[in-house]
C-alpha cells in the first residue's frame, strides 16, 4: 500500500516551453502532497506544499509564477515548469502524505531542458 | 531554527562490516525522526521512522535506529552490510504545525567494497 506514481520519469523539453508532471497517489487519499527538488548530489530541498482544493503554499525563494502546482483532486498533483530554462534542469520529487505526518515519496522526474 | 544535520558526508565500508550512519537534530519539541534511503536516480524509500516510545526503532532491510534525546541523535546501524545498500542515505525531522513540512538532513553516500 501506500505507493505514489509520477509521470514522466525523464523528459527532455527545449527551452522556452513548459513541461508537466504529475502525482498521483495509487491507493490512498492524499489531502496534501509536496513537490521537492532535487539537485545532482544533493539533498531534497521543499519547493511546495499542495493541498487538494486550495492554491498551493510556496517556499521562499522558489517561483510560484514558474512553477505551476495544482491539486485537483485527493490523488493527483500537478507541477508545470513553465517557460523552461537550462537551470531549471534538476529531479523533481513528489511525495503524498496519508497520515498526519507520514510522507510517501514518487520515484522522482528527471527534467532536461536543452 | 530546526534543522538536521548529517556530519558524514560519505562513508566506505566492506562488505559485511558493521555501519553506523550519524544524524543530530535541532527541534524544541518532541521530533518526528525518519531515515530514507535513496538509490540511484531513484526517489526515496522509508527505513524507519520514530515517533515515541521505545527509542530503539527496528526497520526494514536489517535497519535500525536509536533515539537519543540528550544528544538530539537520531542514528541508523546496521550489523552487517551488503554491497546492495549502497545508496545515499537521508535522515529528516518533520516541523510539527501548518503542513508539517519534512526537514532533510544533507545526506550520506554509502559506498560499500567486496
Redesign the interface.
Known amino acids: 500500500g501506500a505507493v505514489v506514481s509520477q509521470h514522466p520519469s525523464w523528459v527532455i523539453c527545449k527551452s522556452g516551453t513548459s513541461v508537466k508532471i504529475e502525482c498521483r497517489s495509487l491507493d490512498f487519499q492524499a489531502t496534501t502532497m509536496f513537490w521537492y527538488r532535487q539537485f545532482p548530489k544533493q539533498s531534497l530541498m521543499l519547493m511546495a506544499t499542495s493541498n487538494e482544493g486550495s492554491k498551493a503554499t510556496y517556499e521562499q525563494g522558489v517561483e510560484k509564477d514558474k512553477f505551476l502546482i495544482n491539486h485537483a483532486s485527493l490523488t493527483l498533483s500537478t507541477l508545470t515548469v513553465t517557460s523552461a530554462h537550462p537551470e531549471d534542469s534538476s529531479f523533481y520529487i513528489c511525495s503524498a502524505r496519508e497520515l498526519l505526518y507520514e510522507q510517501y515519496f514518487g520515484p522522482g522526474t528527471r527534467l532536461t531542458v536543452t | 531554527a530546526q534543522s538536521v544535520t548529517q556530519p558524514d558526508i560519505h562513508i566506505t565500508v566492506s562488505e559485511g562490516a558493521s555501519l553506523e550512519l550519524r544524524c543530530n537534530y535541532s527541534y524544541g519539541a518532541t521530533p ?1 525522526l ?1 531515515w ?1 534511503v535513496q538509490s540511484p ?6 527505513l524507519l ?1 520514530y ?1 515515541s516510545g521505545d527509542t530503539l526503532v527496528q526497520g526494514i532491510k536489517g535497519f535500525e535506529a536509536e533515539f537519543k534525546r540528550s544528544q538530539s541523535s537520531f542514528n541508523l546501524r546496521k550489523p552487517s552490510v551488503h554491497w546492495s545498500d549502497a545508496a545515499e542515505y ?1 535522515c529528516a525531522v ?1 516541523i ?1 504545525g501548518g ?9 550520506t ?1 554509502l559506498a560499500v567494497h567486496p
Open positions: 518526528y525518519f530514507y536516480g531513484q526517489g526515496l524509500q522509508l521512522k515517533f537521508f518533520v510539527s503542513y508539517n513540512k519534512l526537514i532533510f538532513g544533507a545526506g553516500r
